[in-house]
């Protein structure tokens, strides 16, 4: 039992309350009190609370905030590797169609320039 009331003697001061501040403003008044203690948990918590358990929670949000950046790079550099490779294939198979639908030359094959060539 809350505080060492019974039922009993908890109806009978909702009863009191009611009937003294009225069914408007007792909803407003028990907001005001669930406020009142929420705040006084907190800052009773926030004292409570060794500042090397802040730090301690910083720094353990700081780490996975690394561990995300160093995934999303991760990610962002394979992606980078795929599009080179496809790039490559690409670039490899333009150039076999190319070299498939042109004749080729045995003059225009050979490393030798024109004029050190022999008739």
Known sequence: MPLGFHPLDLIIILVIALLIFGPKKLPEMGEAIGKSIKQFKKATSEIAE????????SL???ESLE?????KRA???AELRAAEER????EAEHQQTSASSE???????????????TE
């Open 50 to 57: 060794p500042e090397e358990n802040k730090y301690n929670k």
């Open 60 to 62: 353990a949000d700081l």
């Open 67 to 71: 561990r995300e950046i160093a995934n």
């Open 75 to 77: 990610a962002a550099e």
């Open 87 to 90: 790039r490559r294939a690409a």
């Open 103 to 117: 004749p080729v030359n045995s003059e225009q094959t050979s490393n030798e320039p024109e004029s050190s060539r």
